[in-house]
């Protein structure tokens, strides 16, 4: 029986799932601008393969997204392949020597921290010609106020500290976990971010009039991690944010 992927690679394959229909393409038009196939791709949107590197960028691209925060979760996807059990990733040569089964809360954190940190600070990684990485100034943002709802601060550059994000309440949960709300005064939204969640936990935010937004936790990375949900179009002082563990019992609801 093959072996489910890595939660890793799970994560990576939701994010691209997540690209991919914002590009609006079917496999097959992936595969007419990228060089992968069809097939080949639906075995990257699946997990069931780990893409080359190349074609994560090639993706980013597609969808207009800054490729920072997607390369630091397949470094994070391609290491977990090739600690697995000797089993070597998928599209590369030998295996390297076994290592854990799955890395420690805090390196997976920081590595995805310095991908969201790179953006915050204005920054994004873009690719010279002889594929190394270089740091270009972040996009201007891509939406404002309402039109924002539902839309990703990041790819957006809402969360660049160009574009003045602040963090406007920061409420502690039980053991590590812990929630925030964020506004972005140049995109005129809000959006939460909880992190050291657990599995089948929820985060929603939502704000008078303008309906609510949500993200759960859906896998251990997610709980090792930084999770945030889509934006809200309103004022910091609307905005409000709710966690319900999972299972339901013991909602906690915050404002700024």
Do not use: N
């Amino acid at each position: 029986m093959t072996a489910p992927p890595p939660p890793e690679c799970a994560r990576l394959a939701r994010e691209l799932r997540l690209l991919r229909e914002r590009t609006g393409l079917s496999l097959a038009g992936l595969a007419a601008r990228t060089p992968a196939g069809k097939s080949s791709w639906q075995r990257y949107l699946t997990g069931a393969k780990l893409p080359p590197r190349e074609l994560v960028e090639a993706l980013c691209e597609l969808a207009r997204e800054p490729p920072g925060r997607l390369l630091a979760l397949w470094e994070l996807a391609e290491s977990a392949w090739r600690r697995r059990g000797g089993m070597p990733a998928p599209g590369y040569g030998a295996a390297a020597p076994a290592g854990p089964a799955r890395r420690p809360r805090v390196a997976v954190l920081a590595a995805v921290a310095a991908a969201e940190a790179l953006a915050a600070g204005g920054l994004a990684l873009v690719l010279s010609g002889d594929g190394s990485a270089r740091a270009g100034q972040a996009p201007a943002p891509g939406c404002h106020g309402q039109e924002c709802t539902g839309r990703d601060p990041q790819s957006l550059a809402c969360s660049s500290a160009a574009h003045g994000p602040v963090v406007v309440a920061r409420h502690e949960l039980d053991g590590d976990a812990g929630m925030d709300i964020r506004h972005s005064a140049a995109c005129g939204a809000g959006w939460a971010r909880l992190w050291f969640g657990e599995v089948g936990d929820r985060l929603e935010i939502g704000a008078p009039g303008r309906g609510h937004q949500w993200v759960e936790v859906a896998d251990e990375f997610d709980a090792q991690g930084y999770l945030h949900t889509p934006m809200i179009g309103a004022a910091p002082g609307e905005l409000r944010v709710c966690h319900v563990p999972a299972g339901g019992d013991g909602r906690e609801c915050f404002t700024p």
